[in-house]
């Protein structure tokens, strides 16, 4: 009988059964998106699907975590998920991994047809972004902000990735007459601290659906959604923010795959303010830490000069991105 579970959905123009038949989706943030979208995808007869988070059920969650009951609570996340979804279609695979993302075998990450993340802190979206655009895995990004949502599709190669995206000038934004530039300050802000987002189920039905739809067209190899696609529950509206891709964008423009990013530095420069100078310019973490010559710089008062060979080459490593950013020293 399992021949029936699918009929209608092939009855859809284009679909291809077989393409999910030998596809693994992977889901980053088995939250309110997260949950929705595996649903989905589970139903669809997506093959395997990957699960990351390492949290555990809480109380508030239930509100809008489309898989968790009173009774779940201090249960990981992906125990009772994997439980759902074999439930919901027997016929899948669930590969579950209770961890940080970042400790997730890698070669499963790059295995994947399509990563979804619904994450709600600015590092490890950020993390995602840079190992969908190293590794060419499509990434299907959503948010949610209280009546407000998004979604954005990165196509490696082809579409901008999420950090051309967060260097657009401001004022871009307000044109499209979105709260859009008000969602990343919330983003960035999480930087700091993860912050208690207002949010409800209905919202994440409305996103996490689209995600699942996006992923199965990548899947399906049918054209992906290509603008940012914000969703304003209070008025009713989808609005579509056309989105270029930076040039020097130091995740996914193909000239720093060949060559290093070129900085200019004066000589007398302390090297501590030269890592701030580093921060600031390309937006890098507090975490972040120069490597020359195989040693960890300390930022320390020494100049710039004294420590640099002039057009040295250095690696910067930056535990929200997951690859070092080579850079070129020129000594002013
Ligand atoms: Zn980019």
Known sequence: MSDQRYVRQLLIENWDQNKL???????????????????????????????????????????????????????????????????????????????????????????????????????????????????????????????????????????????????????????????FGEIRKKERSQEIQDEIIPSVSSVSFVIGGLMAQEALKIIMKLPPLKEYLFWDGRAGIFTSVPLKRRDDCIVCSPKFKLKAILIR???????????????????????????????KLSLSKKRVGKVFSEDAIFRVIDPSLSFPLKFQILLD
């Open 21 to 179: 038949n030998e596809s693994t989706a992977t889901i980053i943030g088995l939250g309110a998106l997260g949950t929705v979208a595996a649903a989905s995808l589970a139903m669809a007869g997506v093959s395997t699907l990957i699960l990351v988070d390492y949290d555990t059920i809480e109380m508030s969650n239930l509100n809008r975590q489309l898989f968790y009951r009173p009774l779940d609570v201090g249960s990981t996340k992906v125990e009772i998920c994997e439980k759902i979804l074999k439930n919901i279609n027997p016929n899948i695979d669930i590969k579950p991994f209770n961890r940080h993302i970042e400790k997730v075998p890698h070669h499963e990450l790059e295995s994947s047809t399509v990563i979804l993340e619904g994450l709600d802190t600015f590092q490890t979206r950020r993390w995602v972004n840079s190992f969908c655009a190293a590794k060419k895995v499509p990434l299907v990004s959503g948010g949610m902000y209280s009546f407000l949502g998004n979604i954005q599709v990165i196509i490696p190669e082809k579409s901008p990735c999420l950090e051309c995206q967060s260097l657009i000038p401001e004022e871009e934004l307000q044109k499209a007459c979105t709260p």
């Open 265 to 295: 530095s004066p000589k007398d420069q302390s090297i501590k303010d030269f890592g701030t100078q580093l921060r600031y310019s390309f937006n890098l973490s507090s975490d972040m830490f120069m490597l020359y010559k195989t040693k």
